[in-house]
């Protein structure tokens, strides 16, 4: 699998998070439904209106947040990040050159170098997802 394969709103659960009153804000300034604030504040939704809800959301204080498997993470001294997964897959990453690659089965399956925060993210969510 490669990295172009992934697309980031399928791997991660990702979504910017507003308070209630921030929502009906969004639904009076947009004009449309709590459920249209909803789809667009979780990515159900990537039209013209959903990212300029998000924009909007952002704008009033919204964070991003992304959720991701739980998983067993080791440090260790040789600069490698080691997440075990419980399907098996295995995510090592390398601190001191920012690759990484994931490893199922034995098999190599996805490989990284220079990620971006983003990056390890999706490479974390595929790992869980094999």
């Not at 992934?6 to 659960?13: A, G, I, T, V």
């Not at 789809?39 to 959903?50: C, P, V």
């Not at 739980?70 to 997964?85: A, L, V």
């Not at 690659?101 to 190599?108: E, I, L, N, P």
């Amino acid at each position: 699998m490669k990295m172009n394969d992934m697309k980031s709103r399928d791997s991660m659960d990702k979504k910017v998070c507003v308070s209630r009153g921030v929502q009906g804000e969004l639904q009076k300034i947009f004009g449309c439904t709590g459920v249209m604030v909803w789809k667009a504040l979780t990515y159900k939704s990537d039209t013209e209106l959903a990212r300029k809800i998000r924009k909007q959301a952002l704008d009033r204080g919204g964070k991003v947040v992304c959720t991701l498997p739980e998983c067993e993470t080791i440090h260790d001294s040789g600069c490698i990040m080691r997440q075990t997964f419980a399907n098996g897959a295995v995510l090592e990453v390398d601190k001191s050159d920012g690759s990484g690659t994931v490893w199922h089965d034995g098999r190599k399956k996805v490989h990284l170098k220079n990620m971006t925060v983003m990056e390890l993210y999706m490479i974390q969510a595929c790992a869980a997802n094999l």
